[in-house]
């Protein structure tokens, strides 16, 4: 089910309008390209286009002139500004991400081209996908529900697309399938915008995509409204939306926290929506895997061979640690140093499904050794593991970096993720016992495995267990008091979904770069060294800049934000 969206057919090649060109080529058509008419002819070619679009939420637009790593799906790169990972390698090695989290942020980084650049390609193939369903349907209408069931998820899709240039940039051009200047200014409000698009698509799309796995239907389109509601702070807007697909039954946490992060467990029951990601599928370069995320895994002597990004902050380790109640201990204030296998403290069994801990298990690798960790200390020495595969799960044959390379989806939003956005929004507008139901939830299913040496995933009491002592406890007393209500919701949001790139957008838009990462900073420093050098966040680092490049491409018209 997992190639249902897998691009058999190489029929885009048509995708102009791309809004980093207004070279005048782009009025010539293209030679040995299916023109709009043709694909429109049947229902081939309007499926082609859509497949197309879905296929750009990889990230990687295979053009090696770009970075992969800038336009990963996960936003990595770009979360390495918040207090949970580094760049990690080693010094010299990938420095241009560096600067993030040193907050030396740079127009003219590669990584933020390569983001625009792949972002609206989306956008453009989106479009491009809504103008040939319109013509396929103005010359079928007796195909209606399936020429506007493609509609609204492309409209859904170029509202997503829309929504990570809203994340990177907050100020970005809005393209519609209508537009034929593509040097548009960035003067527009996008969330409106977005929303309207993800509101337009919910009235178009399926109730429900049946075997089409890891398309849009209404659930997925209705999550994403109340998400883009939450960023505009609309909490009892997002709260109603989010209410719809609790109340639907479409989803359940998955009985072990793992399954999330298992190519088993890909498109199980708390998979809002992924990124369908296939290996050995007749693209030698594995293009259609985890391409923009393949160096975020152990390095050296480790099964994967490279590369030793992305590097967990010991702050982050910290996070994990619980109190006599199996609640979490707040990081502030607090002297950090290294939690190897075999400390005493009590912790969260989240810790090393989520951390590769020298000592500890890496999945089903064996334990986690020191010569996995690239730069030997630089950054650290935990490495990530939520986008590691399994021994035995399906890697690229044939290639050098074919270890590296798996059909491991990449989560975009799971029903965790959505369960405490609904929590948030009920300690702003709602219950705060509702948003303490939604906590606990999460909570006791992360008390239902652990990583075991027998098996990946074993009961956290098993006896094999000797590198940790796992502990996580409920809120059993009623919420009474809201900021103690907000900071419990901000904690989980953090400990369930680290590494998964929301961590840094979630410090936006709570207003709390200054404060989160100004005390994070000099505590992290006393261990990883370069951190010394960062300068302090301020108020511009609430929007990336936007790439030079663009800026010089749009004559103009688009304006860097402030600070920049």
């Known amino acids: 089910m997992k190639n249902a969206l897998k691009l058999t057919v190489v029929a885009t090649a048509l995708f102009g309008g791309l809004v980093a060109c207004n070279d005048a080529f782009l009025d010539t058509p293209p030679q040995a390209a299916l023109s709009n008419a043709t694909l429109a002819s049947g229902k081939n070619g309007v499926d082609a286009t859509l497949i197309a679009a879905y296929r750009s939420l990889n990230g990687w637009t295979q053009n090696w002139n770009e970075s992969a790593w800038g336009a990963a799906p996960s936003n990595w790169v770009f979360d390495n500004a918040g207090d949970d990972v580094h760049k990690g390698s080693e010094p010299g090695d ?32 989106s479009n491009s996908a809504i103008n040939t369903a319109s013509e396929f349907l103005a010359n079928n209408p007796d ?18 697309y829309h929504f990570e240039a809203y994340k990177v940039w907050k100020k970005a051009p809005y393209y519609f399938e209508d537009d034929v200047d593509f040097q548009k200014a960035n003067d527009q409000e996008m969330l409106p915008l ?25 659930m997925v389109v209705t999550a994403y409204l109340g998400k883009a509601k939450m960023f505009a702070g609309d909490y009892a807007g997002a709260l109603s939306a989010f209410n719809t697909v609790i109340n639907s039954g479409r989803y359940s946490l998955a009985d072990c926290f793992y399954d999330n992060f298992s190519v088993a467990g890909d498109n199980n029951s708390e998979s809002i929506f ?9 693209d030698a370069d594995g293009g259609n895997s985890n391409f923009s995320e393949r160096l975020a895994l152990p390095h050296g002597a ?7 990004f992305k590097t967990p902050s010991y702050d982050l380790a910290f996070a994990y640690k619980v109190d006599a109640n199996g609640l979490p201990i707040s990081t502030v204030g607090q002297s950090l140093d290294l939690l190897a296998a075999g400390d005493a403290s009590p912790v969260d069994p989240r810790l090393d499904f989520t951390i590769g801990r020298t000592g500890v298990p890496y999945l ?18 935990y490495s990530p593991k939520k986008n590691g595969h399994a021994q035995g799960d399906a890697s690229l044959s044939g290639s050098w970096s074919g270890a590296q390379l798996s059909n491991l989806n990449v989560e975009l939003m799971r029903y965790s993720d959505l369960l405490l956005m609904a929590a948030e929004a009920e300690v702003e507008v709602g219950s705060l016992e509702k948003a303490r139901e939604y906590v606990n939830m999460v909570r006791a299913r992360a008390g239902n495995c652990a990583q075991g040496s027998s098996a990946i995933a074993v009961d956290p009491s098993s006896a094999e267990i000797t590198w940790a002592t796992y502990q996580v406890g409920t809120y059993d007393s009623p919420w009474s008091d809201k900021d103690a209500a907000r900071n419990a919701v901000r904690t ?46 301020a108020a511009k680092h ?23």
């Open 492 to 537: 989980e949001r953090r400990l369930e979904l680290a590494l998964e790139g929301h961590r840094f957008f979630d410090l936006q838009r709570w207003g709390q770069v200054e404060n989160v990462l100004g005390e994070y900073l000099p505590r992290e420093a006393e261990l990883v060294t370069v951190l010394q050098q960062a300068q302090t966040p």
């Open 542 to 564: 609430y929007a990336f800049p936007l790439p030079n490049t663009e800026i010089e491409r749009s004559g103009g018209n688009l304006v860097q934000n402030t600070g920049f």
């Open 194 to 218: 977005i929303i309207a698009d993800f509101e337009k698509a919910a009235g178009m799309v399926a109730d429900d995509r049946g075997g089409d796995v890891g398309r849009a239907d209404k």
């Open 274 to 282: 992924a990124v369908q990601n296939s290996v050995n599928d007749g």
């Open 364 to 381: 089903d690798w064996g334990n986690h050794e020191d010569s996995w960790v690239r730069g030997q200390g630089y950054m650290g020495w």
């Open 94 to 125: 990938g420095d241009a991400m560096l600067a993030y989290e040193l907050f030396q942020w740079n127009p003219s980084d590669g990584d933020l081209r390569s983001k625009f650049i792949a972002t609206y390609e989306g956008i453009a193939r």
């Open 143 to 160: 195909e209606a529900e399936y020429a506007n069931g493609v509609i609204g998820q492309a409209t859904f899709l170029r509202g997503y």
């Open 302 to 308: 480790s099964p994967y061979g490279c590369c030793g």
